[in-house]
DNA sequence: TCCACTAGGGTAAACGATAACTCAAATAGG
DNA sequence: CCTATTTGAGTTATCGTTTACCCTAGTGGA
């Protein structure tokens, strides 16, 4: 910069007010030093203008672990963001370590992240805590479980996504329809059962316990449950499966016993994550907006460092049926089962 | 950190020199400082150190899009190794802009990164040179296309990998084996195709130019070359796909066709990205050990960065079978197709 | 007893950019 | 023609740390 200001005569508070476009410049005098930058490979230091502004240019996004589903639809639709914002993602992931959260927080407090959106389940946000009292702005995606929180969020309609789901498979002419949850102590787990629960009573169909298995989101839980529901006297002629992990869990079941999809058994996920569509069959799904709600955290996000004040503290996105080549009409009769 | 000099009666300087460890300081005097600053919360100003030191503690991965795949695996390798290093690791998508790339570079030169981590394919590599001649420390990720590259790469030994599916196929008694290969203008893809005519050279069967099928590594070209095979007079009784991504679409092909994987047809995919193991059945594949050379790429870029030379330019990472459910003996006589 | 040396600790100048403030010249109005 | 005002540009302090260098008191040897 004081090369610059040397070759153009002036002082470098002048090339400084060019850089920033503030006034106080003359006209010709602006476009010769624009020029001289331009022509030099000259670039802003950034540890300069971070010490003296105050503001480091990177956002954190904190996650518990890279996993591909879920967690990569958002980053793909904050990355988004960003790129244009002039922005840096930043990425961390806890692993599920507390250690390394600590250490992660502490480095977040020296001032080098100007936000952080928070992509951890339920008990982690304690983080939140510590964020606010720093005055670090920041945004939370998930579903929040205390609809109290105070402290920006982002979701999605998780119960009417439960509700569109089992009206679907309902309207293809269903009735037994499993469903295999997430954890029932998260609020988002008890959301879809809602939804689903709601779908049967409005068909007046009665919700039959047997039909509800709890798992916690992995494949595993989804092979499990599905066999619990296979080995049922009168099984279900549908699965609902809280997840797409699950589903791929269903799919990996169903395989198995050599049970077609979706000719002997329909098979529904959740959440639409890259992977959904390259299962065979194509997975239909309930799709949460992922990548749109990244965008929206992110846009959220930048507007809280800017100062603004947000009009709501939580967004919710709407959830939508993604139909692809998963469900089909109810099979008529038992399953053919292990004909290999 | 003044107000800590403060508190001991000491200046800065000495405060700086306990939090540096460094050696001008009284035993007693360090011990009572470093009391106070652990009771303190006191955090070191990022932007201050950086701009003093020249370092900024940023690394920053380039990749052309997120996806969940090769990518997925690297991330989280170099996740775990700049975790425990004290580098944050900052994650940029070109998304196969020149732009946006040129932005970034832009970004990048300010000083504002200690090190690059290259995970772009051939073309980009141009990047490279920029670098080069900046003085930035990289490693570039996935084969060199020249062996001639002056930077350090990391790699796998894909050829073999090739090789071992082969090989593996036809320990089952496969002797028709259809190839799926990735654009042949990239030595990844040729490597792959070699190690499978090496393979069948070393068998004593003679390599079948119909069973060679050009994709470009997408799930539909799997599909779609599926067919292709399928429609083949004789068709082969096992398929090696050039990456999962389109051993997904092999099983999507198959799925159409009724046929069983494996007692129809045995698929081989190449990479283990996350979701293979989610498939149904899951798939037998090559392993390229994606984390392994996120962390040896990191660890290679730490050390270019602390100074330190390498031993070696290029390091090439065993790639290994990983056996699944999706390869079996070859069936007997024809495919029995479409039986629904 | 005196001197040279060392260890502990302080001073002040960077690092590169920004911003509040100052100053000089040009301009406009009376 | 002189003064008030605007405008362009420069001075200098500052952001929070680190570090080259300096100083002082204490120690050991002659």
């Known amino acids: 910069m004081v090369e610059i200001a040397r070759r153009a005569g002036v002082s470098t508070t002048t090339v400084s007010k060019v850089l920033n476009q503030r006034p106080g410049v003359g006209e010709k005098t602006r476009a010769r030093i624009q020029r001289l930058i331009e022509q030099s490979d000259y670039v802003q230091n950034h540890a300069a203008r971070h010490l003296r502004k105050g ?14 589903g879920y967690d990569l639809g958002i980053m793909q639709g904050v990355q988004e963001v960003l790129e244009q914002s ?6 961390f992931a806890t692993n599920e370590d507390e250690t390394t959260e600590r250490l992660w927080l502490r480095r977040i407090l020296d001032q080098s992240s100007d936000g952080v959106l928070l992509l951890l389940p339920y008990e982690r946000v304690g983080i939140a805590d510590t964020l606010l009292e ?3 702005p920041f945004v939370a995606i998930g579903d929040r479980n205390e609809p109290t929180t105070a402290f920006p969020t982002i979701g999605s309609t998780i119960w009417l996504g439960g509700y569109t789901a089992t009206e679907y498979l309902l309207s293809l002419g269903h009735r037994r329809i499993g469903i295999i949850t997430g954890p029932l102590h998260l ?7 809602a939804g689903y629960r709601e779908a049967l009573e409005q068909a007046g169909i009665a919700v039959d316990p047997a039909l509800i298995c709890e798992g916690s989101y992995l494949l595993g839980d989804g092979i499990r449950q599905t066999e619990a529901l296979l080995d049922l006297p009168d099984p279900p002629t549908a699965i609902f499966a809280g997840n797409d992990a699950q589903a791929a869990g269903v799919y990996q079941a169903l395989y198995r016993r050599h049970i077609r999809i979706p000719e002997e058994m329909s098979v529904i996920g959740f959440d639409d994550v890259t992977y959904s569509a390259h299962m065979a069959p194509p997975l239909t799904t309930i799709r949460q907006p992922l990548e749109e709600m990244g965008r929206m955290a992110a846009e ?3 507007r809280l460092i800017a100062g603004q004040t947000l009009e709501t503290h939580h967004v919710e996105l709407a959830t939508s049926l993604v139909v692809r080549e998963s469900c089909g009409p109810p099979r008529q009769g038992p399953l053919g089962r292990g004909n290999s």
């Open 187 to 193: 609020t988002t787990s008890r959301a879809r059962l």
């Open 55 to 68: 503001r480091s240019g990177l956002i954190d996004l904190v996650l518990m672990r890279l996993e591909g």
């Open 300 to 302: 959220m996000l930048l």
């Open 134 to 136: 720093q005055g670090i």
């Open 86 to 91: 002039g922005y840096r993602l930043v990425v």
